[in-house]
């Protein structure tokens, strides 16, 4: 699922690396499709989606270089409540595959920590044709619903297109 020569890692954020986080920049018309990475990194620690959830950041890393930033918010005791809440690349490394990368390694890391996934979702705007593009090149079809907090659709990564991702 990755392009050749585009491998990244997800490395947590903690006190040593979040700093990294918040040096993240986007295109001024991608503002509104991510959460910014100050409030990713809160939304993350005040448990938002509440306790049940564990809310994880990550920085992408690319040849020692941070790329991107994810956060996942993912229920253990569910079969399809594991979600991709933001992933972000910095706009200076778009347009070379990470982002490709970087929703692969993602959904590989949730999968392989959470064995009773059955399902991966996340919301896309839908201003944001080049997300959602990807998304379903992937695997990911909209499932009808609604995100509640913005308004958008929600996307869906279940079945075959999931199992490929597990080892």
């Not at 993912?74 to 970087?102: E, F, L, T, V």
């Not at 959470?114 to 990911?140: D, E, K, W």
Request: with cysteine.
């Amino acid at each position: 699922m990755k392009p050749a020569g585009r491998e990244v890692v997800l490395e947590p954020v903690d006190r040593r690396n979040y700093r990294k986080l918040f040096m993240m920049q986007l295109r001024p018309e991608q503002i509104s499709f991510v959460t910014p990475p100050r409030w990713t990194l809160a939304r993350c620690y005040v448990r938002l989606f509440g306790d049940q959830f564990e809310h994880l950041p990550h920085l992408i890393v690319a040849a020692g270089e941070v790329v991107g930033y994810a956060t996942t918010v993912c229920d253990p005791a569910s079969a399809d409540d594991y979600w991709i809440d933001d992933i972000m690349i910095d706009a200076a490394h778009q347009g070379k595959g990470y982002g490709r990368a970087a929703v692969a390694e993602t959904i590989k890391m949730i999968v392989a920590r959470y064995p009773r996934c059955r399902a991966v979702q996340l919301t896309c705007f839908r201003a944001n044709t080049a997300a959602a593009a990807l998304y379903n090149s992937i695997g990911f079809e909209p499932t009808g619903g609604i995100d509640e907090e913005f308004g958008e659709p929600n996307y869906k990564l279940s079945g075959a297109a999931l199992a490929k991702f597990r080892k």
